[in-house]
């Protein structure tokens, strides 16, 4: 053929459904890029505010007091699908934080609960406002150099910072304030020190757990370890009192760059019986894992699962399920010296009758005590 012929890359408006609607549902994990954005933008403080009930007029608001864009950082970098920050921007911010974005997909997150995501930029006395509509992005034959114009571009005395709005929600029915509350906390291993974070004018703060035993003890304490290969982890194990219910708080959170990158319920993937294998309804804790989110990414895009397949985070998750084991063995052990001890000195109503047995009867009596106490299960009203 003696004409030269070309291949093109042609990206559908369809892309929006892939990279937002269906990536990221439910307004969590929507709230969460925002979060993600304020960080990398330096702010201190982020404000949220979420309807309490749901209707026509709902919407979701994020402001935070970040460092903001100018209309040519827009186009350069938020409008820029897939912009790899880390790489063209460094991994520190300004400010000295190690960047939480990477992707560069996390302002699409919007579409998967809002049919516009407005956004308004203040950057050193100039405001910019747009809308992005999900409607009109879908129905785009390609979205490669879609242009559209600002409905504000001027002057302003608003301090710097970011304010984005969930507009048209597309949720269904409505969510408690005080379960967001918790997933959000639970989604960051940020303190209020480093960034504050407020829901409907309510700051985010850690849970109040009522702990069996904690490693190490003391609540706001990590232990570190470096393993091998690996690299360096720091970390919390804890068993509560009674059971976990809730399915978010039950198992291991693995956290890179302060942000979670396993969703729970989590045991690293351990399977099979073990030891105190019971412990694991009381178990929960976190891990700062930040090999995993360095040069190479081992994270799943909607930042849910760690890619365990890979050898390098197969290590973590081998020192994971060890640690389980040995945890639940502990706890199993704590748990029978405790229940032997209360089971021998509390015996109520039958304490005397049990004293004026015979030395044999008393003796065989207080053994199948102990014995019962050390069933997984076992509680003294059983």
């Known amino acids: 053929m003696s004409e030269n012929r070309t291949l093109k890359i042609r990206l559908a408006g369809r892309l929006i459904d892939l990279l937002g609607q269906q990536m990221y549902g439910g307004p969590v994990p929507s709230v969460a890029e925002l979060i993600a954005n304020a960080w990398d933008a330096d702010a201190r403080k982020v404000e949220i505010i979420i309807p309490e009930i749901l209707n026509d007029e709902s919407e979701i608001i994020v402001k935070d007091y970040g460092s903001g864009m100018t209309l040519e950082e827009l186009n350069a970098y938020y409008l820029y699908i897939g912009y790899e920050r880390r790489k063209l921007k460094g991994e520190k911010t300004e400010g000295g934080r ?137 970390f919390w194990f804890g068993f509560l009192k009674d059971t976990i219910k809730d399915p978010e708080l039950r198992g291991i959170s693995v956290f890179a760059r302060e942000r979670i990158a396993q ?55 081998k020192w994971g399920q060890l640690k389980i084991k040995d945890l639940c063995k502990e706890w199993k052990k704590k748990k029978d010296e405790k229940n032997i001890d209360k089971f021998r000195h509390t015996y109520g109503e039958y304490y005397e009758r049990i004293e004026n047995l015979q030395d044999q009867e008393k003796k065989d009596l207080i053994e199948a005590l102990d014995k019962i106490s050390t069933l997984e299960r076992i509680e003294e009203d059983d």
Do not use: C, H
């Open 263 to 317: 969703f729970t319920p989590f045991f690293f993937n351990l399977t099979g019986g073990i030891n105190g294998q019971v412990g694991l309804e009381y178990l929960t804790g976190q891990v700062k894992a930040e090999p995993l989110d360095e040069d190479i990414d081992f994270i799943a895009t909607d930042r849910q699962t760690v890619n365990w397949q890979f050898p390098k985070a197969q290590i973590l998750e």
């Open 98 to 234: 190690l960047v939480m974005g990477r992707k560069g997909i996390g302002k699409l997150a919007g579409f998967g609960i809002a049919e516009d995501i407005i956004l308004k930029s203040v950057k050193d006395g100039n405001l910019v406002q747009f809308t992005l509509n999900y409607t009109q992005l879908r129905n785009l034959g390609e979205v490669g150099n879609f242009e559209f114009d600002p409905e504000l571009d001027e002057s302003t005395e608003e301090p710097n910072g970011v304010t984005v709005t969930f507009r048209k929600l597309k949720l269904s029915r409505n969510f408690s304030v005080e379960n967001f509350r918790k997933s959000m906390a639970r989604r960051f291993a940020l303190g209020s020190d480093e960034m504050e974070i407020t829901i409907n004018g309510e700051i985010i703060t850690k849970e109040n757990l009522d702990f069996d035993f904690r490693i190490p003890e003391l609540d706001s304490n990590w232990n570190e370890e470096n393993i091998g290969d690996f690299g360096k982890v720091k």
